[in-house]
């Protein structure tokens, strides 16, 4: 279904953490990305919606440096964010990639352990394990269990936790509901708002699932194959007639 919207913007004082401009990404002769631009700023859940194809995982590669940027730059806190991901991850932005992609043949420990790669000190490495057990407590129960052999639900909160083992200023979710039944994903849900809450942690989501990610979110950006064509508050877009048609399944009867 083709939708189009006009776009309409909030007009803040406030500096963004993350910032991206113009950014576009190609596959060969396909533009995946044709000048996107968002803001994130600090403290608050940005979510970007958008059907399968539209662009969302593309961007986020891109922002971690795992896609070419073919355009456009990539900013934290007003300096330029630099193209490799480790440089990205050092920098202080960290991935909990689509698919949640743990390594199977490790235990839990060790998942997290590789998570916290730009972290010198142990006593830092262990405060931050320290976070994320509290966070996710079932972690905690399994730490000495091989990933592969976690649930789907598990290994996503092993995926959120990993990213987390970095202690990133952002933190970027690539569609954490995928693949999950609906009493799991309410429970990653509500982990993410505790995240949010507890740690103040920044965070960007991209997810299908429309719904969920404008009801946990505070600002949203629609991408529509490549383009980004509105963006506001999640609760003005959550009541959008547009938006509740195209990506929310309609009026209820």
């Known amino acids: 279904m083709s939708v189009s919207f006009e776009r309409t913007t909030e007009k803040t004082e406030r500096t963004p953490l993350l910032s991206v401009r113009n950014l576009s990404v190609n596959y060969g002769a396909i533009r995946a990305l044709k000048g996107a631009n968002l803001d994130v ?17 593309t961007m986020m590669n891109a922002i971690m440096g795992d896609t070419a940027r073919a355009g456009g730059e990539i900013f934290l806190d007003g300096s330029p964010l630099q193209a490799k991901s480790f440089q990205v991850v050092s920098a202080g932005v960290s991935l909990s990639p689509e698919g949640r ?7 839990v420990f060790e998942n997290l352990e590789i998570g916290a790669f730009r ?10 394990m320290r976070r994320v057990f509290n966070l996710f407590p079932r972690l905690e129960e399994r730490r000495n269990q091989y ?7 598990e290994q996503q909160m092993l995926a959120i936790g990993r990213a987390l083992m970095a202690q990133p200023r952002v933190l970027l979710l690539d ?15 509500e982990e993410l708002s505790k995240i949010n809450r507890t740690l103040g942690m920044t965070i960007l989501i991209v997810e299908q699932n429309a719904r969920k990610a ?20 999640s609760a003005d877009l959550l009541n959008n007639p547009e938006i509740e048609e195209a990506y929310l399944g309609g009026r209820k009867k």
């Open 119 to 128: 972290l010198k000190s142990k006593s830092d490495k262990n405060e931050q």
């Open 175 to 189: 569609e954490p509901s995928l693949g999950l039944a609906p009493i799991i994903i309410n429970e990653i849900f």
């Open 101 to 107: 992609k743990v390594f199977a043949p490790l235990t």
């Open 147 to 153: 990933a592969g052999t976690l649930s789907g639900g």
């Open 214 to 233: 404008l009801l946990l979110s505070n600002r949203a950006y629609v991408l529509q194959t490549g383009n980004i064509t509105m963006e506001g508050r």
């Open 41 to 57: 700023y600090p403290g608050e859940i940005v979510s970007v919606i958008g059907a399968n194809g539209a662009g969302k995982s």
